[in-house]
């Protein structure tokens, strides 16, 4: 059993940065892809950014590349979502979430996740 703690999130004006950060416990975090998701009120649960076990491989939803750098730590069991120049529209609340799966395909779809954090809230205002 894996656990998932976010943290990071609060509000930000537009143009601004933050900084999320989701520790693990309770497994091999090594062994697991990791990934960011989103979901503002009223919609669905969006996939945001993803990274391969070894951090090697990274994907991105397009309207964030170029603005949000998703990266990991091993040694501290903690994935970061660095996320710059954010706009109104990245207002949601921010989920990361273990697969143990390790493919594109695999690491970009919500329902491929087996392990996911409470969440943490991200206000950007315009």
């Known amino acids: 059993q894996v656990q998932l703690v976010e943290s990071g999130g609060g509000l930000v004006q537009a143009g601004g940065s933050l900084r999320l950060s989701c520790a693990a416990s309770?497994?091999?975090?090594?062994?697991?892809?990791m990934g960011w998701f989103r979901q503002a009120p009223g919609k669905e649960r969006e996939f945001v950014a993803a990274l391969s076990r070894n951090g090697y491989s990274t994907y991105y939803v397009d309207s964030v590349k170029g603005r949000f750098t998703i990266s990991r730590d091993n040694a501290k069991n903690t994935v970061y979502l660095q996320m710059n120049s954010l706009k109104p529209e990245d207002t949601a609340y921010y989920y990361c979430?273990?697969?143990?799966?390790?493919?594109?395909?695999?690491?970009?779809?919500?329902?491929?996740?087996?392990?996911w954090g409470q969440g943490t809230q991200v206000t950007v205002s315009s």
């Open positions: 979430a273990a697969c143990s799966g390790g493919s594109r395909e695999v690491l970009t779809i919500a329902r491929f996740y087996r392990y």
């Open positions: 309770g497994g091999t975090f090594s062994s697991y892809g």
